[in-house]
């Protein structure tokens, strides 16, 4: 059977009548891979299915939160019964303590935890506390590093290794981004120079420890070291963004792998179990000038909302059940990711491989990938030409060279199996690509 995707096609342009661009989030659209985005109707352990009735195995998990899988059953179990006892009442529950108890002891950097409702807003409000605690107003991200979509972090580099903030959207004030300076990831040399030239006036360094917004990128040895080194001689607070990274890479986040301590994480993903869920927590001292504790304002209508918390907390249960459940998760992302590599290089292709634990990704590059410059020499339309003959055999990617892959304590070796074979004949279409390359 022709693989099709009529229906979505129709639902898309449907979409576009009532949503700008027919989704709620940018990558969505399929506009770095073209063509149309399948609309899914159901999802289940490591499949998804749209409503044309493709099936796909699914190594997107919903961009990280996803760890056990869609729809696990006892953490659904637990929803059904949460609902049945109100979905929000915006006063405190004991669930809320529960899952800040557990996010303490996984990751003892955060001795408090704030609940928000999306990374994006616990990026935001960290760097305001970062700010108020420091009285400095300079922020430092890495180019390529995604810190959601708020003013102070819509911002990477221009040319160059330290330049001055650039907003990367019609509609962030110079004024704003003007306080954020963008290093380029794995330079140590870099951000020497910014604090060197800046550091009276930087209060905190935000960081993904595990790069996934650029393709995933790899943290040199010894590089999270040295950020922690230079943010401490300067009295700059250390923000690892760990949205994407926190119980994803080990139990205890990047942190816990790389063994660096930083003063402020940020968490979401995984600890929301597919509902949305953000949090940012660190060290007593400064978590304490966030209002009530202190004057540093930060609110939240639906913040610590009981199904979220319910979610996280059995998603967070089931981990800590199986002590085992990163170990087994990593050897099978490393058996599928080198099931691929040999498919790869049986065309010749060497293609850059990256794996931390449960993530991992490819750039369709011959030269080492170590930062958003070296990301960006990826030839995208190899890319796009292996992500939808991917998708045509039931193999759901993200649709952009610059995303990270997530594999699910769900995915069975069969999808693994499934997996490599289709990537031999997706790896063939890119061959095919190469060969009309040349000739055009
Ligand atoms: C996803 C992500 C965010 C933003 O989280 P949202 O819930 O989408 O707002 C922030 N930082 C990192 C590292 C992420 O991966």
Redesign the pocket.
Same mark, same amino acid.
């Given at each position: 059977m022709a693989f099709k995707l009529d229906k979505s096609a129709t639902a898309f342009a449907e979409a576009k009548r009532y949503i700008p661009g027919g989704v709620n989030s940018p990558v969505r659209s399929f506009r770095g891979v073209g063509g149309t985005p399948p609309f899914i109707a159901k999802a289940a352990g490591s499949h998804i299915f749209d409503i044309d009735g493709n099936k796909y195995i699914d190594y997107v998990g919903s961009? $990280?939160p996803m760890i056990l899988g869609h729809a696990h059953p006892e953490v659904i179990a637990e929803l059904s019964d949460a609902l049945q006892r109100g979905t929000s009442y915006g006063a405190p529950t004991l669930l809320e303590t529960e899952l800040a108890r557990l996010i303490t002891e996984a990751v003892p950097s955060m001795e408090l935890v704030r609940f928000v409702n999306? &990374?994006?807003e616990a990026?935001m409000s960290v760097l305001r506390l970062a700010r108020a605690y420091t009285q400095r107003n300079k922020i430092v991200k890495f180019a390529g590093c995604?810190? $959601?979509h708020h003013d102070s972090l819509l911002v990477k580099a221009g040319s160059g290794a330290t330049t001055l903030g650039v907003p990367d959207s019609p509609g962030v004030p110079d004024t704003i981004a003007g306080n954020t300076i963008t290093v380029e990831y794995n330079d140590a040399q870099a951000l020497t120079t910014v604090f060197e030239r800046h550091g009276q006036d930087i209060a905190a360094v935000i960081i993904?420890p595990v790069p &996934?917004?650029m393709g995933l990128i790899l943290p040199r040895p010894g590089y999270l070291e040295q950020v922690r080194a230079l943010t401490e001689k300067y009295g700059a607070l250390l923000i690892f963004?760990e949205?994407?990274s926190g119980f994803r890479v080990a139990y205890g986040g990047a942190q816990e792998l790389y063994d660096i301590t930083p003063d402020l994480t940020?968490l &979401?993903?995984v600890i929301g179990g597919g509902l949305p869920v $953000?949090a940012y927590g660190g060290r007593r001292d400064i978590m304490e000038h966030i209002a009530p504790a202190g004057p540093v304002y930060q609110a939240g209508t639906l913040s610590g909302n009981p199904l979220a918390m319910t979610a996280g907390l059995a998603t967070l249960r089931l981990i800590a059940q199986n002590p085992d459940f990163y170990e087994k998760l990593t050897s099978m992302t490393t058996a599928l990711c080198a099931g691929v590599q040999a498919q790869a290089l049986a065309f010749g292709f060497n293609f850059q491989f990256h794996q931390v634990g449960s993530m991992f990704g490819i750039f369709f590059t011959d030269k080492p990938v170590y930062d958003y410059n070296s990301a960006k020499r990826s030839d995208v339309g190899a890319f796009n030409t292996f992500f939808h003959a991917m998708l045509e055999q039931g193999v759901y990617l993200a649709p952009s060279q610059f995303e990270a892959a997530f594999m699910s304590s769900a995915h069975t070796h069969t999808d693994i199996g499934a997996t490599i074979a289709a990537s031999g004949n997706a790896f063939a279409r890119v061959a095919e690509y190469y060969r009309k390359q040349k000739h055009e």
């Open positions: 961009w $990280g999306s &990374g994006t990026t995604y810190h $959601g993904e &996934g917004n963004d949205v994407m940020c &979401g993903k $953000g």
